[in-house]
């Protein structure tokens, strides 16, 4: 079998016999196998893979960033790189109800791009957006990188940790959603490509141990090239 | 006559037009994470075939009325660039595109989570730049590895192999002088874990007893190329780990 942090691909057997899983595996014939390339894990009776690379699976409460893609009546269509599309409605838009009167490509049309909330899921397990709240909205400038939505974890950091030190260290803003997109506003051309090419390591170097002084230490590096 | 020649020729020793033993493979290599505008990627080098592989998704279907309600649908496109044989190949869609496409599909569905999506699509595109016979195998195998650098949860990787028949001998993994002379074809795909076989077709004429004989090498083909998988998914993560290390 394997030992704990060892990378499996799907199809490897963890477990044989009774005991707890956790993400990406699947039972089956008294077996646990790995359905994602990752790091497995076993712990407290439980065998569960930490994925390396996973799609954006929206659960509410995430914070993410996404581009109109149509405007029906009383709702927009948002692309959240998601299996599906997910759906903002006009109430939790303009925090008004919704009047056939209103004119909805002024507020939001098609292209813009948006950082909202998922507030809700319906009966089909549609993302509900909200984009009422600090931080949420249409956003006006900056631009925006993607990255494996299984690596934001650790670009967040334990509390934060990591995107602040970025924060810190480039004088850049940064906004990150789950679905892995991540918005980058700097003052400079310079501070945005330093962001950039940090981002891009942590995404490299995710699931390599001591990440966080690696970083500091690539931010110092870049800080004294320029 | 022919008996005592088939005999003359065992004894000489049959040979492959390019010196394989006969249960042996091509010359294998795939490439993880080539394409980064992909969610997932692979290349492939079998012989002499290359091969590129791109998978998106899963996402929202469109034309919406081919999404199933009940699981996601996977997509594949099998396309040879017109450069990729001599002489040229029209880039259209051609009747064998079409049923290579279906074959892949077919090959890679038991493998693959779809009921884990519902309404949804997962792209698979695949390239053939260089064909060298047995592009269907090849496909195949950078397909399953692109679905899992996709991240798209899989049972299984698949992989897939050929066996066949020329001059009356049996060989594994045949290009394309040994297809197009051969006297049979046997391209199987097999979940090596699962032990399943998901693709199992058959050109050319083979006694019952050597059919069987076929699809035993091709999934003993199979189990060496999910070997050569299992490395470039891991190579991918293991180079970087060297390079952090240094």
């Avoid at chain 2, 919406?64 to 649908?73: D, H, L, M, Q, T």
């Amino acid at each position: 079998m394997f030992e704990n942090r060892d990378l499996v691909v799907p199809g490897d057997v963890l477990y044989e016999g009774r005991i707890k899983t956790g993400d990406n595996t699947h039972r089956t014939q008294g077996k646990v196998i790995a359905t994602r390339v990752g790091l497995v894990d076993y712990n407290r009776g439980m065998v569960s893979v930490i994925a390396l690379e996973a799609g954006f699976n929206p659960l509410v409460g995430d914070m993410v960033i996404g581009d109109v893609v149509d405007i029906e009546l009383g709702y927009w269509v948002v692309n959240i790189d998601a299996p599906e599309n997910a759906v903002l409605n006009v109430p939790e838009a303009i925090d008004a109800p919704f009047r056939s009167d209103i004119d909805m490509p002024r507020i939001l049309d098609i292209g813009d791009t948006i950082v909202a909330k998922i507030v809700d899921m319906d009966r089909r397990r549609t993302p509900i957006l909200s984009i009422l709240g600090r931080g949420l909205g249409k956003l006006e400038e900056g631009f925006i990188i993607r990255i494996t939505p299984s690596k934001i974890p650790r670009l967040i950091g334990k509390k934060g940790s990591m995107v602040n030190m970025i924060l810190k260290e480039t004088g850049c803003n940064i906004v990150i959603g789950q679905n892995g997109r991540v918005l980058i506003q700097g003052k400079t051309r310079e501070q945005e490509e330093m962001a950039v090419s940090v981002i891009h390591k942590i995404e490299n170097e995710a699931h390599i141990p001591g990440l966080t002084n690696r970083v500091q230490a690539y931010l110092s590096k870049l800080k004294e090239e320029s | 006559m022919s008996k005592s020649k088939s005999r003359r020729k065992k004894k000489t020793e049959w040979k492959r037009y390019d010196d394989r033993k006969p249960e042996e493979l091509r010359t294998l290599k795939i490439e993880t994470g080539v394409l980064p505008n992909a969610d997932g990627s692979a290349y492939i080098e079998m012989g002499r075939n290359k091969i590129i592989v791109g998978v998106f998704g899963p996402r929202e279907m469109h034309p919406k009325r081919f999404s199933k309600p009940n699981e996601a649908v996977l997509r594949c496109r099998y396309h040879m660039a017109p450069f990729s044989t001599d002489p040229r190949r029209s880039p259209a869609p051609s009747r064998r595109d079409n049923e290579i496409s279906m074959v892949m599909r077919y090959a890679l569905e038991p493998a693959v989570f779809l009921e884990r999506y519902p309404r949804s699509v997962i792209d698979v595109y695949a390239e053939i730049l260089q064909a060298d016979g047995g592009t269907r195998t090849a496909c195949i195998n950078a397909a399953s590895v692109a679905l899992v650098d996709a991240g798209i949860p899989m049972r299984d990787l698949v992989a897939s192999c050929a066996a066949g028949k020329m001059e009356d001998n049996l060989i594994l993994d045949l290009g394309d002088y040994e297809d197009k002379e051969g006297q049979a074809d046997v391209p199987v795909a097999y979940m090596p874990k699962l032990e399943k076989v998901t693709l199992l077709q058959m050109d050319g004429i083979l006694s019952t007893d050597e059919f069987e004989k076929c699809i035993d090498m091709a999934i003993e083909g199979c189990k060496q190329i999910y070997e050569v998988q299992r490395e470039s998914l891991k190579k991918k993560y293991g180079v970087e780990e060297k390079e952090a290390e240094e």
